[in-house]
């Protein structure tokens, strides 16, 4: 009865929040109750994933190699396993998680403008997020998420059917996702924003306009993945201006480390199959493709991004770097073309396992325009595995913008989830 009464709460909450309004894949601390596990199990510095982590995302929120074993708040079931035999005579059998799967996560921050104005200091309003993830039987997952930030607010989430087929072309090869899909893959596969540790995105999201909010990341995806590739290729909704959808797809290729499907560890470290450094540690190289084609406005004028990276991980030291090309026709008539480019480096280290200092570099070219470069360098600190801050600098070493708050600033962030 306890139970029943949390769910029909959790979904008053959940209505509501539709009625309000309609971004990534968070650090969810309702499967750190789900499994009584610490939060690192999965993140090195949330919202950023250890090799674990990708592997227990990919599986649809569920521990690769026998979900049951690990589970710790046994879930609700919603008819018997019997029923599978008679189908389709009944309804296919599932479950719910015992409790919901709810989590709040809190940001604030304070920006030190240093630009060549008068420096200035501004306390942002805080951003609040309600997360809600899981695993409804063995083969459907989910993904719902909240924003309010000063008067706004917004909404994301999920449906992910899994294993389609699986018979026929093998384990994890194809899932059908229904949603948001786009707030997740509209990005380089290994270098994405929802998985970094700076405030700061990465410059190709916005200069690519990459960072889909809302509606117009609304789509269906198929993805898969084994323990050396992963891939997603999707159709989302795009501006809304025009008849026609935009279509994306990426892949990723993995050497070394734990793989996609969470194979390849060799020591038990808590129950959970990891490799044998240390719960950040996962020694490889991986590097991948994306290439994304939107439509826009009435004219449906054509958005073209292609984009590659890589990410090597060796102990203690994480190393990045992407590059990503973006054509868009902005007069039909003339065939005028808008010709971006945007190549970025970036490096990490674990000093502690609670500090990570880190540098990017970041490098914009525009067809017409001045070239742009800048420098993001702070570091991370865990003051618990939930809760964490960021001081982060942001220095233009070539063209820095003029608009207000746009420039140079040092960023002082509190983050924490429960």
């Not at 309003?125 to 039987?137: D, E, N, R, V």
Request: aromatic share 14%.
């Amino acid at each position: 009865m306890k139970k029943l009464t949390l769910w029909i709460l959790f979904l008053t909450v959940f209505t509501i929040g539709v009625e309000l309004a309609p971004k990534d894949a968070e650090a969810i601390p309702a499967f750190a109750r789900k499994y009584k596990t610490a939060c690192i199990t999965c993140h090195a510095t949330f919202p950023r994933l250890t090799a674990q982590g990708e592997a227990f995302r990919l599986n649809g929120y569920k521990m690769p190699g026998g979900d049951e074993l690990f589970i710790k708040d046994q879930p609700m079931s919603l008819g018997a396993a019997g029923y599978k035999r008679v189908f389709p005579k009944s309804v296919w059998p599932s479950d719910i998680p015992g409790m919901p799967p709810v989590a709040i996560r809190f940001t604030q921050k304070t920006v030190y403008g240093i630009g060549d104005n008068d420096p200035t200091v501004d306390f942002n309003a805080p951003s609040t997020k309600i997360l809600a993830a899981g695993s409804m039987g063995e083969d459907m997952s989910f993904f719902t998420e909240f924003e309010f930030e000063d008067e706004a607010s917004e909404i994301s989430g999920w449906l992910m059917w899994e294993d389609l087929l699986d018979g026929a072309i093998g384990e994890n090869h194809l899932n059908i996702k229904i949603g948001s899909v786009g707030m997740q893959d509209l990005a380089l596969p290994n270098t994405r924003s929802h998985n970094m540790i700076t405030t700061e995105m990465y410059l190709y999201t916005s200069a690519m306009g990459l960072h889909a909010e809302g509606g117009s990341n609304t789509g269906l995806e198929l993805n898969g993945f084994d323990k050396w590739w992963r891939y997603n290729l999707g159709i989302t909704q795009g501006d809304g201006e025009t008849a026609k959808k935009d279509f994306y797809g990426a892949a990723s290729f993995k050497l070394g480390g734990l793989g996609y499907d969470g194979s390849g560890g060799t020591t038990e470290e808590g129950g959970l199959s990891t490799t044998p450094a240390g719960y950040w540690r996962d020694d490889s190289i991986a590097f991948g493709f994306f290439g994304y084609r939107s439509y826009n406005g009435p004219q449906d004028e054509e958005s073209d991004r292609y984009g590659v990276d890589l990410r090597l991980n060796y102990r203690d030291l994480s190393v990045a770097a992407g590059y990503i090309s973006g054509k868009d026709i902005e007069d039909h008539m003339s065939g005028l073309l808008l010709d971006q480019d945007v190549y970025f480096g970036e490096a990490e280290y674990f000093a502690y396992p609670w500090l990570q200092p880190y540098v990017r570099f970041e490098g914009l070219s525009v067809s017409g325009a001045d070239n742009t470069s800048r420098v993001i360098a702070g570091a991370v600190m865990l003051a618990r595995a939930n809760v964490k801050f960021n001081v982060e600098g942001r220095f233009y070493t070539d063209n820095e913008p003029a608009t207000d708050g746009a420039g140079n600033r040092v960023v002082f962030s509190l983050d924490y989830a429960f």
